[in-house]
């Protein structure tokens, strides 16, 4: 069903999100790389690192900044404060990926802005 969704969305979408594989069954990496390289036509992007082998364009979230986090609020609590001393926290830290082979099938040419962020990673 993927499948379908992706090659009709080429057809008709400035860019495509492409989230996780996680609930799709039956997912075979292989497979799945062959269909993206053959069939896409627009950008496609994913917030998943993991997803990059099927995206042109990735901006995720730094994993390690929630455990950072969680072992700081945890050493405090150990120290004497209250978990309810502690807002809830959204993550701030964020990492851009770039599937060149991809957006060269495609002829995405990221402008220069991009590529000084792609190039500090």
Do not use: H
């Amino acid at each position: 069903m993927w499948k379908r969704g992706f090659t009709e969305a080429n057809g008709w979408a400035d860019v495509i999100y492409l989230p996780t594989n996680g609930a799709i069954a039956g997912w075979n990496s292989a497979a799945a790389r062959a269909w993206v390289e053959k069939e896409v036509r627009r950008p496609v992007i994913t917030c998943d690192d993991f997803m990059m082998p099927y995206a042109v364009l990735g901006l995720t979230k730094v994993a390690r900044e929630q455990g950072d986090l969680a072992a700081r609020i945890a050493l405090s609590i150990l120290a004497g404060k209250r978990p309810a001393d502690f807002m809830v926290s959204a993550n701030v830290q964020g990492r851009i990926f770039f599937n060149a082979a991809l957006a060269e099938k495609i002829n995405f040419k990221p402008d220069p802005e991009l590529q000084k962020m792609i190039g500090k990673q």
